[in-house]
Nanobody, 128 residues
Framework: QVQLVESGGGSVQAGGSLRLSCAASTDTYSIYYMGLGWFRQAPGKEREGVAAITRDGKTFYADSVKGRFTISKDNAKNTLYLQMNSLKPEDTAVYYC????????????????????WGQGTQVTVSS
């Protein structure tokens, strides 16, 4: 079983920064063996992939956040991060971390389908 707990959300003005964290608790293997992702969902919209990192450290980003967001992980701390810079009002959403033990391919990385485990989400609000 895997439990994911996000933190670090909040309210910020456009142009500001936030860093989200996702602490993972696992019964068996650490996040080293997992595909990990950040997703977001704005009111009235579908959940969308923001960034992902595979077990071997390859990263993938949605076009809308490339150059502004950085995904990283600390295997020793079993923690996933999302550094968000130059935030825009359209980044406002609930952000979720997700994890899977399946091998995530480049095509799947930003899709919700491969991910079995999900956190409860943290709200990010960016005002103009």
């Amino acid at each position: 079983q895997v439990q994911l707990v996000e933190s670090g959300g909040g309210s910020v003005q456009a142009g500001g920064s936030l860093r989200l964290s996702c602490a993972a608790s696992t019964d068996t293997y650490s996040i080293y063996y997992m595909g990990l992702g950040w997703f977001r969902q704005a009111p009235g919209k579908e959940r969308e992939g923001v960034a992902a990192i595979t077990r071997d450290g390859k990263t993938f980003y949605a076009d809308s956040v490339k150059g502004r967001f950085t995904i990283s992980k600390d295997n020793a701390k079993n923690t996933l991060y999302l550094q968000m810079n130059s935030l825009k009002p359209e980044d406002t959403a609930v952000y979720y971390c997700a994890a899977t033990y399946w091998i995530v391919t480049a095509v799947q990385a930003l899709s919700v389908n491969p991910y079995k485990y999900w956190g409860q989400g943290t709200q990010v609000t960016v005002s103009s």
